[in-house]
């Protein structure tokens, strides 16, 4: 079963049946009752084979393997030795949220704005987990490679980044093109501290009008957005021991990393 946007109305494709009716005349109840017994069996294979599988009846997508960046230690972020001795970046906790309508598995389209800038949903399809988990779970990936990624409830001493998607969705330019948004807000504490915010922002085409194509749209477009945001730590996240004092007085997640932040947060630093 594949989702399709149609004139702004999803449309299922669906096995279509046909009933037809057949006068007989001149026969006998015993191969009339022969006749009838053979249809129904046909019937009834014909409808086995076209239903769908309750467990079939919901496409699941995700974002795919994760994409991994070469070392970043060159690029001039402060290093720290690990237990073999190799340069590491410095620790960082990692906090990725969404507003409550994204934080479902739902997979969001728009249709043109000449037919309203209002945000719909695949009626059979969806993410295997929300936007916010399945891009998390990448980010934390990439960012493992070269430093200690940590929980933001993690009592090591270590700057937090603060992840917030913003929109998420496939945007139809007609009912044959359409391109996968992805936009996020990226806020860097030191502690209370905030030391640095941004917004990032990317799209990418999508191969198909449906579901399947919006996904993997979606997909190219993280990408995209965590290579940004990794360009953009360069250099941004301080060494422990620059500031270190303690968990509590230095290092502590911020208030802010528990609660979405508002609107009027700090002007970004690029």
């Not at 960046?69 to 906090?95: E, H, S």
């Not at 295997?128 to 929980?151: E, H, N, Q």
Request: glycine content about 8%.
């Amino acid at each position: 079963m594949r989702d399709i946007v149609m004139q702004g109305e999803i449309e299922m494709t669906k096995p279509s049946t046909a009933s037809t009716h057949t006068v007989h005349t001149g026969v006998g109840p015993l191969r009339l009752l022969s006749t009838w017994m053979l249809g129904l069996g046909a019937a009834i294979l014909v409808a086995g084979c076209a239903a769908p599988s309750p467990s079939n009846s919901v496409a699941r997508f995700d974002l795919g393997p994760p994409t991994m960046p070469a070392a970043a230690g060159a690029a001039g972020n402060p290093a720290v030795a690990d237990v073999a001795g190799a340069p590491r970046l410095a620790p960082l906790k990692v906090v990725v949220s969404a507003p409550s309508w994204l934080d479902t598995e739902m997979i969001y389209y728009r249709l043109p704005a000449r037919d309203g800038d209002q945000a719909r949903v695949y009626a059979n399809s969806r993410w295997l987990a929300s936007p916010a988990r399945l891009f998390g779970d990448r980010l934390r990936a990439a960012l493992s490679v070269d430093r200690p990624v940590l929980a933001a409830g993690d009592p090591t001493a270590a700057p937090a980044l603060r992840v917030e998607i913003e929109e998420f969705a496939q945007y139809f330019d007609s009912a044959s093109t359409s391109h996968g948004v992805v936009q996020m807000r990226a806020t860097l504490f030191d502690g209370p501290k905030l030391l640095a915010q941004t917004t990032l922002r990317a799209q990418a085409p999508a191969a198909t009008a449906d579901a399947a194509g919006g996904a993997k749209a979606l997909a190219a477009a993280c990408d995209a957005v965590q290579t940004q945001l990794i360009q953009w730590l360069a250099g941004r996240v301080p060494a422990p021991s620059a500031t270190t004092r303690g968990p509590a007085e230095s290092h502590a997640t911020p208030a802010s990393m528990a609660q979405p932040a508002t609107s009027g947060a700090a002007a970004p630093a690029r």
